[in-house]
């Protein structure tokens, strides 16, 4: 007789099935009768585990901090900050086309059985304190905002601010890609996002030409690091084990750094 799977096993596999039936159908798969049957569970298991679905979709947004926080930490600082920002807003945009369905629901896009992801003002102190997952992925931007300030990149100002100015602007980037609006493929790359964050560099006290150069080194980093991925199986950006071998955290990439040397 197999032994009883501890009770954080089963909301693991819970939370791991639920991501799956997201990126395989969108948040009208996630369902309570679908979600035990892909575990093999009954259906109140969910409510024993998480009270609702409501806790479930707030468990399921956690991962995807963690998941988000895992692939930012992959990229290693250098000694150029702002070609740092370049690289985490590549990270950030390819982490999310990876999982679009689990980041929708991660920062409350979409609402899965009509359940909206709990999220926190992570400008605040009080939010920060509330949410420390999501604390952790927008630490690894506001981090090396306070290293271009330290550096003279940027003027002096409030790290957080400055921080959440960048993340807007990825993050609209990064939403309005996923909904089609940039055309095919990945050219909004080159042709938005890049000159997007050229724009905002300039705009917190960095230079044209000091920013130019930083886009173009984490660019030739991004490029090198695709093409190592190519000769080394797993080994890329937001590569590694699943969720089924790692649990709900999965999938945390290897480290890369735009000292290295797009697409």
Same mark, same amino acid.
């Given at each position: ?15 791991? +099935? ?26 109140? +298991? ?48 390819? +982490? ?81 890609? +996923? ?85």
């Amino acid at each position: 007789m197999s032994p009883k799977p501890r009770a954080t096993e089963v909301k693991d596999r819970l939370v791991d +099935a639920a991501i799956r039936l997201l990126d395989d159908g969108g948040p009208e798969a996630l369902q309570a009768r679908k979600l035990a049957a892909e575990v093999g569970v009954s259906t109140m +298991a969910v409510y024993t585990h998480f009270g609702g679905m409501a806790a479930l979709v707030d468990e399921v947004a956690r991962v995807g901090f963690l998941r988000l926080s895992a692939w930012l930490g992959a990229v290693t600082a250098t000694d150029d900050p702002v070609a740092d920002i370049f690289s985490l807003a590549r990270t950030y945009r390819q +982490a999310v086309a990876e999982q679009p369905q689990l980041f929708a629901v991660t920062f409350g896009q979409s609402a899965p059985g009509g359940k909206r992801a709990t999220l926190s003002d992570l400008t605040t102190e009080e939010g920060r304190e509330a949410a420390q997952e999501g604390l952790e992925a927008f630490e690894h931007i506001v981090r090396a905002t306070e290293r271009a300030i330290e550096a003279g990149r940027f003027r002096p100002a409030d790290k957080y601010q400055a921080a959440a100015q960048l993340w807007s602007a990825l993050h609209g980037f990064v939403t309005l890609e +996923a909904s089609g609006h940039f055309g095919p493929g990945e050219q909004g790359i080159d042709h938005i996002l890049i000159p997007l964050g050229v724009t905002l560099a300039v705009g917190l006290g960095d230079t044209v030409d000091q920013a130019g150069r930083s886009s173009e080194a984490a660019k030739a980093a991004w490029r090198a690091r695709i093409g190592n991925a190519g000769q080394g199986g797993n080994d890329q950006p937001g590569g590694g084990q699943d969720a089924g071998e790692r649990g709900a955290g999965a999938r945390r990439p290897r480290k890369w750094q735009a000292g290295d040397g797009d697409r």
